[in-house]
């Protein structure tokens, strides 16, 4: 069904705003706009490869995202043999990731949480895996994994560096695995880090987060971006999908209370200078910042998916319909966390992460949320919840 889905819904087919802008640049890798390394750089990277592999051959195309599509969940399944008892229990969560609807509707495009959502799956496996092997070499591979994850999207690179230190603080040769963690880090990110501070001026192999923060702060509608760098100018202007709709219809007609444009002036010669005395002009202060974390919390928890929300794809709709559970299921699983203390001190992996997650991502100002920043917790609940469900007498009887 996941392979399918790809030839009824080719992601070639539906090129416009963030998935234009992905595979545009992934054809101009060696483009000097800044715009093309202001997020993390892998996606674009990866789509390089794709459009040289597939020649943009759409039937090789939907071959790429249907098999990424499907592999997706085996991976997340992989992680789910390591971490809970019973092999039912992780059969049943494979299919549970298989065929949820927001995981699949999502290939449809070329966005970047069609690589996170799998590299994070071989992550989360070879974190169990160098939890128990013990020994360096999977524990770099370990690093490699979440580096890769967090060079695709930001968020990851917190919930990596949590997964790594549990691993780390667990196990022998400390300085070993500390050096050789280190060594994997320094080569992937130096050269990135140099080509960006070449041409955004900034010592970062993750791009910059300066123009989502100042965005998200400023408590404004959109944001008009004027960039030079020794001459050469360029103008964009950017405003969130979320801001665009009322994401809790048919319940609410409640939206943001986000108005007005915030226009950012920055010479990028001059490194994160221009950009820090931006934020600290525009940004919001007191109750009103309140009120923007507060928005932006019922935004990412209850919010529409954009673009994966199309009417005419029955799995769009029904991912649509299923945003609802997601923050009752939340509650539900932290409750049922805190109530089997002993399960949860024993595999304190998933709610380390799934609190990082929560008080990163749904609790601050890093961006102007979107309900398709969502998409990782909803795989960590899933995997909680089964092993929360491992062990007691339900899944001793009929699970076993």
């Known amino acids: 069904m996941r392979f399918q889905e790809a030839y009824w819904h080719n992601p070639i087919h539906d090129l416009f705003s963030d998935p234009l802008r992905h595979w545009t640049y992934g054809q101009e890798t060696l483009s000097p706009q800044p715009w093309a390394m202001v997020d993390p750089p892998l996606f674009q990277m990866w789509?390089?490869?794709?459009?040289?592999?597939?020649?943009?051959?759409?039937?090789?195309?939907?071959?790429?995202?249907?098999?990424?599509?499907?592999?997706?969940?085996?991976?997340?399944?992989?992680?789910?043999?390591?971490?809970?008892?019973?092999?039912?229990?992780a059969l049943l969560g494979w299919a549970a990731l298989a065929w949820l609807p927001s995981w699949t509707a999502i290939f449809r495009?070329?966005?970047?949480?069609?690589?996170?959502?799998?590299?994070?799956?071989?992550?989360?496996?070879?974190t169990m895996r160098a939890d128990r092997q013990r020994d360096t070499r999977s524990f770099a591979w370990m690093v490699l994994l979440w580096s890769l994850a967090g060079m695709t999207r930001g968020i990851a690179?917190?919930?990596?560096?949590?997964?790594?230190?549990?691993?780390?603080?667990?196990?022998?040769?400390?300085?070993?695995?500390?050096?050789?963690?280190?060594?994997?880090?320094?080569?992937?990110?130096?050269?990135?880090?140099?080509?960006?501070?070449?041409?955004?001026g900034l010592w970062s192999p993750l791009g910059t987060g300066w123009p989502n923060q100042i965005y998200a702060a400023s408590g404004a509608h959109d944001i008009h971006l004027h960039l030079t760098h020794e001459g050469a100018v360029w103008n964009y202007e950017f405003g969130s999908p979320s801001l665009y709709a009322r994401q809790l219809q048919p319940l609410s007609d409640w939206e943001p209370r986000r108005q007005g444009v915030v226009t950012v002036s920055i010479d990028l010669t001059k490194g994160a200078a221009d950009w820090r005395a931006a934020y600290e002009r525009s940004a919001l202060k007191g109750w009103p910042l309140l009120r923007l974390r507060w928005e932006n919390l019922v935004l990412v928890m209850l919010g529409e998916s954009w673009p994966d929300k199309a009417p005419d794809c029955a799995v769009s709709r029904a991912a649509l319909g299923m945003r609802?559970?997601?923050?009752?299921?939340?509650?539900?699983?932290?409750?049922?966390?805190?109530?089997?203390?002993?399960?949860?001190?024993?595999?304190?992996?998933?709610?380390?992460?799934?609190?990082?997650?929560?008080?990163?991502?749904?609790?601050?100002?890093?961006?102007?949320?979107?309900?398709?920043?969502?998409?990782?917790?909803?795989?960590?609940?899933?995997?909680?919840?089964?092993?929360?469900?491992?062990?007691?007498?339900?899944?001793?009887?009929?699970?076993?």
């Open 157 to 200: 690179v917190p919930l990596g560096g949590l997964a790594g230190l549990w691993v780390w603080l667990r196990r022998p040769k400390k300085v070993r695995n500390a050096a050789a963690a280190v060594a994997v880090v320094l080569v992937l990110a130096v050269p990135i880090a140099v080509r960006n501070h070449q041409q955004i």
């Open 109 to 126: 495009y070329f966005m970047t949480e069609t690589l996170l959502l799998p590299l994070m799956g071989a992550s989360l496996w070879q």
């Open 47 to 89: 789509l390089s490869l794709v459009q040289k592999w597939s020649l943009g051959f759409p039937p090789l195309v939907a071959a790429y995202a249907g098999a990424l599509s499907a592999v997706t969940p085996w991976l997340w399944y992989r992680f789910l043999r390591l971490i809970v008892r019973s092999r039912a229990l």
């Open 324 to 400: 609802w559970i997601w923050a009752p299921f939340l509650v539900v699983v932290a409750a049922a966390a805190a109530w089997r203390r002993a399960t949860t001190r024993a595999q304190p992996l998933v709610p380390l992460l799934i609190g990082a997650w929560f008080a990163l991502q749904a609790m601050t100002l890093l961006a102007v949320n979107e309900g398709r920043y969502r998409k990782p917790l909803e795989g960590l609940l899933i995997v909680e919840a089964l092993v929360l469900l491992d062990g007691t007498r339900l899944s001793s009887r009929w699970l076993a």
